[in-house]
């Protein structure tokens, strides 16, 4: 909301406090978020989240335009209240056309506080500033193996019925790389590999596409570029360089190790893998409408099709929604719903500071995704596992979801 005071200036409020923070951003001690965003656009009016906030506020005389947004109010809400107070980040859209319906990061600030505090929060450890869901880079563990499995597929350098044993390690050139479970898995279809989460089944199939492919199925998949976010300030892969990925490099980036990704890159990408192979722009930017409701701009967001092939993709909604009945996904299962979805513990650095990211990718219905959730929780206590501790996130937030978006139970 904007208020014009008597020496003329304006002052901005936000009624939601911290709720929004990182998406709406500020406009004191310069701009953030859809604050500066929307500033291209000249927008000197309050921030609709949406119709009915637009109701709510409708009383209020405000000049300049409006900017609608994707932005989901009770979905916001059940989100942040499922990630609580951890450490993290809740990205929430649609797969098909990259509308953002929720994107909470924590610890979070109160825009209406920002000049007050200013000094603390340029300063604070936490970096409450910081939007963890596209700008806080991070090891995204084995959510990339969805990847991995989706490259070598392409490639035909695996079949679903292939067989692998694990002993619980590989040996790579001079590495002892382990498996999560340290007596092994035994042998092992590459669909229980899957389910499994299993290190070297991925570590096997990566150095069969080679470190050349790999890297090329990086660029095919867009990560080596932004996802061009409507928001100010994100932030890029960390990868090697071609030249420098080995056979041990190449090991550990087929589970997710070893390089750094934002969550809204992985929640692009992996939309990408299971909505039939269409990479879509993830956005927020709807309209904007002037003070009289007129539509004067409408944004548009391009695609690009042909990241993998319907058959991949479709194979990719089948193996993932056997992670979730079946494999290490099974606490984010919703009885009556079909839902596909990859866990991830992974190991930040230094390794001998013994901290943990707990990560959980979900689509719903499996065999259709309309809705795909990303849950990344920073140096969870006690029990660090993505498992036990972010997929039970987004069970949450699917229950209260699904049926709010009208997805009905089979």
């Not at 709720?19 to 921030?47: C, D, P, R, W």
């Not at 932005?71 to 953002?100: H, N, Y």
């Not at 596209?134 to 292939?162: H, M, N, R, W």
Request: glycine content about 10%.
């Amino acid at each position: 909301q904007t208020q014009q005071q008597e020496d003329g200036t304006e002052l901005r409020s936000y009624p939601y406090g911290d709720l929004f923070a990182h998406v709406i951003g500020y406009s004191s001690m310069g701009k953030t978020g859809l604050e500066a965003q929307g500033n291209f656009y000249m927008l000197s009016s309050h921030i609709n989240l949406m119709e009915q906030v637009m109701r709510e506020f409708s009383g209020q005389k405000n000049p300049g335009d409006d900017l609608y947004t994707t932005l989901d109010l009770e979905l916001q809400k059940t989100a942040s209240d499922a990630l609580g107070d951890r450490k993290g980040a809740v990205v929430v859209m649609e797969p098909d056309t990259g509308r953002i319906l929720a994107m909470v990061s924590k610890p979070a600030y109160d825009p209406n506080q920002v000049q007050n505090q200013w000094d603390s929060l340029r300063t604070d450890s936490e970096s409450r500033l910081l939007n963890r869901a596209t700008q806080g880079v991070y090891p995204p563990g084995s959510t990339f193996k969805i990847i991995t499995s989706a490259a070598c597929l392409e490639e035909g350098v695996v079949s679903l019925d292939d067989t692998f044993s694990c002993p619980g390690y590989r040996i790579v050139e001079d590495r002892k790389i382990r498996c999560h479970k340290v007596g092994g898995h035994g042998t092992e279809t590459f669909v229980q590999g899957i389910e499994n989460s299993c290190n070297p089944v991925f570590m096997d199939i990566g150095l069969r596409l080679g470190s050349e492919r790999f890297c090329d199925y990086f660029e095919q998949f867009g990560l080596m570029s932004l996802t061009n976010i409507d928001l100010p300030g994100e932030a890029g892969t960390i990868m090697h360089k071609r030249e420098d990925i080995k056979a041990v490099e190449l090991a550990t980036m087929t589970f997710g190790q070893s390089f750094q990704i934002t969550p809204i890159q992985m929640a692009v990408t992996v939309s990408s893998m299971v909505n039939g192979g269409r990479r879509v722009t993830p956005h927020l930017g709807v309209s904007v409408l002037d003070k009289k409701g007129k539509t004067v701009k409408t944004f548009k967001y391009g695609e690009k099709e042909g990241i993998v092939s319907e058959k991949t993709s479709e194979t990719m909604q089948e193996l993932l929604e056997k992670v979730v009945s079946e494999g290490s996904g099974k606490n984010a299962y919703l009885e009556g719903y079909s839902i596909g979805g990859k866990t991830a513990t992974s190991q930040t650095l230094p390794r001998s500071a013994g901290k943990y990211i707990s990560s959980f990718i979900g689509f719903a219905p499996a065999d259709d995704p309309q809705i795909l959730g990303m849950v990344i929780i920073h140096d969870p206590q006690g029990i660090y596992y993505g498992g036990t501790i972010a997929a039970p996130v987004l069970r949450d937030i699917y229950d209260n979801v699904l049926p709010y978006l009208g997805i009905e139970k089979k």
